[in-house]
């Protein structure tokens, strides 16, 4: 059973235009990290968020972690054919002690 | 040098065959996860193990069996393989950071095809 959900499951976009990426489950998360995969390559973690509320900026990323930790966001500002790429989320539960992979979002930059 | 290497990078093998697949880090982490990849699915968990003594099956651990050797290596097998198996496998590793927010350290993934 998939306890993450991520959207959209694939994005295409221009150069130079903004994009969101949203990841949600109906559990409260200990903490959430993102990830970034290139083709033949592992998943790279991002960022970790831990508090409810909290905003994290990677450069031109943004992150958001909901106010009840059950949701997240991924924002790419002006985007750039080098962000191309899958996008994972991976959130910890309570008591749990391992992570939970959303499905992914390709994200495809045009130049 | 790659923090976490895996091998081999990509097997072809026919239904029936046992195969291994290794991990090693010099990370010094002491927690390792074997993770499959399939198109619209995601990183499923296989088997992960906190310390050499400690090996736990993940959400998908049938028709596969692990090894932690040492500290530093972690084996994947396939005592035999079937078509259904053919997947990205990824090895990763992490430490009880912040929280125990267990952030992954992932190679960089072995092409499994099983014909």
């Known amino acids: 059973t998939q306890l993450l959900e991520q959207s959209p499951q694939f994005l295409s976009i221009q150069e130079g235009e903004n994009l969101t990426v949203y990841c949600n489950s109906s559990s409260v998360f200990s903490s959430l990290q993102w990830y970034r995969q290139e083709p033949g390559e592992g998943p790279v973690l991002l960022v970790t968020v831990v508090t409810g509320g909290e905003v994290k900026k990677l450069k031109r990323l943004t992150f958001q972690f909901g106010d009840a930790r059950k949701d997240s966001s991924l924002h790419i500002t002006a985007a750039q054919p080098g962000d191309t790429g899958l996008y994972l989320c991976a959130g910890s539960f309570l008591n749990d002690y391992k992570l939970s992979f959303g499905a992914g979002t390709t994200v495809t930059v045009r130049a | 040098d790659a923090d976490v290497t895996q091998t081999p990078r990509n097997r072809i093998t026919k239904t029936g065959k046992r195969i291994m697949l290794e991990c090693s880090q010099t990370?010094?982490?002491?927690?390792m996860y074997w993770y499959r990849q399939d198109p619209g699915l995601g990183l499923r968990l296989i088997y992960y193990?906190?310390?050499?003594?400690?090996?736990n099956k993940g959400e998908i651990s049938d028709g596969y069996s692990v090894s932690r050797q040492a500290q530093a290596k972690f084996s994947l097998s396939l005592e035999s393989a079937i078509p259904n198996q053919t997947a990205l496998y990824f090895c990763a590793t992490s430490d009880t950071g912040l929280a125990g927010t267990y952030e992954q350290y992932f190679g960089p993934g072995t092409r499994l095809t099983v014909t």
């Open positions: 193990s906190f310390d050499v003594k400690d090996i």
């Open positions: 990370k010094g982490h002491d927690r």
